[in-house]
């Protein structure tokens, strides 16, 4: 996975690129998947990729077989290779896209990697505890770890009497011994990936005493699961319906905490609408972009520049940038922030309760937290 840093540097050089946002069907029968592929490469003949374009995109997509749906691939392509290959788990945000041209949608990736969120996943028992690291959205562990602890420990149900109550204890002290080495492990592996949370599931005693062994800023990102995950044939979904609620809070506040400073000083920390964003995208001033989901299909359109400032309302404020055309207001703005180090967040639609309808609201207009407050209510003054 590339950076923030490194992808704006590949996206503002120029040329031509061929992308693609699409489903992921690697579990579908395999006339399904043939027919699927012929449909893309037909799709993009037609929008004018080049025939090496064309070839790797339909190799990354031929070498997704066997990847979990939902999921989603993200592709930038030039000169025939595969210059941005990204895959989320989960389901599409936004329609599928296909093209060949001079800007390349980017929403669709900022979108997901929005969700890239790091935590840490602790299944106890009495016997260890397999930690392992994930970020959101994507496939496979990040990083995992084992820890074993003694085996010579008795189970608890043994004759009565005075031996039953001492091997109770001998048990007892040797889980605690245990759960105090995975506290230790998880502490470090705290400090080195600094996860937003852990989640910690299995055996209930293990897991109570992990929590008494825990150092007080491990406690405090840490959420107990009641699911015993390390049992034979246990079922994993109350900890992944955990995990998923862990990040839809987390991002839901990245959210509210970008407002709220957008809001203080009397919204002098923050620019608002169109126009107000755009002015503080061409000055560097946007720390955090934040667009609607019900933004990205509207009419309203910017211009795209090949240069900084990057975004333009019209002729007037391009600076000496040359325009790559006009494109959807909330590409061309999350095109700016990336270019320029900004943080873009969207805020998802909210799904009503079930068997209710969407409700029929204004859609809100983009806002941005600065970097420095504006003066006299103008962006970019300081």
Not at 3 to 10: P, R, V, W
Not at 122 to 135: C, K, N, S, T
Not at 196 to 223: C, H
Not at 353 to 365: K, L, Q, R, W
Request: glycine fraction near 8%.
């Amino acid at each position: 996975m590339i950076d923030e840093a490194e992808l704006s540097s590949i996206l503002a050089s120029d040329g031509m690129w061929t992308f693609a946002y699409l489903d992921h069907h690697g579990d579908e029968p395999q006339p399904a998947q043939h027919s699927r592929r012929h449909a893309l490469v037909d799709e993009l003949r037609k929008c004018g990729a080049p025939e090496p374009d064309v070839q790797a995109v339909d190799d990354a997509v031929a070498s997704d077989a066997g990847i979990p749906s939902p999921s989603v691939i993200y592709l930038l392509v030039r000169n025939g290779a595969a210059e941005v290959v990204e895959r989320f788990v989960g389901r599409r945000l936004g329609p599928e896209q296909v093209g060949y041209g001079r800007i390349p949608p980017v929403l669709p990736l900022l979108r997901h990697r929005a969700d890239d969120i790091r935590y840490v996943v602790v299944e106890a028992g009495r016997e260890g505890a397999h930690l392992r690291v994930e970020l959101a959205g994507r496939t496979g562990a990040q990083e995992a770890a084992e820890v074993e602890g003694r085996t010579d420990s008795l189970p608890k149900v043994q004759a009565g009497g005075w031996s039953h109550k001492r091997y109770q204890t001998h048990s007892e002290e040797i889980w605690k011994q245990t759960q105090s080495e995975v506290a230790d492990a998880l502490e470090g592996i705290v400090q080195e990936q600094r996860p937003s949370f852990v989640v910690v599931a299995g055996d209930v005693r293990a897991r109570q005493l992990l929590e008494d062994a825990l150092p007080a800023g491990v406690k405090a990102i840490t959420i107990d699961v009641d699911a015993h995950t390390k049992a034979d044939g246990a079922d994993a979904g109350a900890l992944d319906d955990a995990i998923v609620r862990a990040i839809d809070e987390r991002l839901g506040k990245a959210v509210t905490d970008a407002r709220d400073r957008a809001a203080a000083a009397g919204g002098r920390n923050g620019a608002h609408g169109v126009r107000e964003v755009v002015a503080a995208l061409q000055e560097a001033q946007v720390d955090t972009l934040v667009l609607d989901a019900r933004e990205l299909g509207t009419d309203e359109t910017l211009e795209a520049l090949d240069a900084e400032p990057w975004v333009a309302v019209g002729e007037d404020d391009r600076a000496a940038a040359r325009s790559l055309g006009r494109v959807q207001a909330a590409e061309a703005l999350a095109r700016a922030a990336l270019f320029s180090g900004a943080t873009v967040l969207v805020a998802e639609d909210q799904e009503p309760p079930a068997g209710e309808p969407m409700p029929d609201s204004p859609v809100p207009e983009p806002f941005a937290a600065l970097r420095w407050p504006r003066e006299n209510g103008v962006a970019g003054s300081v």
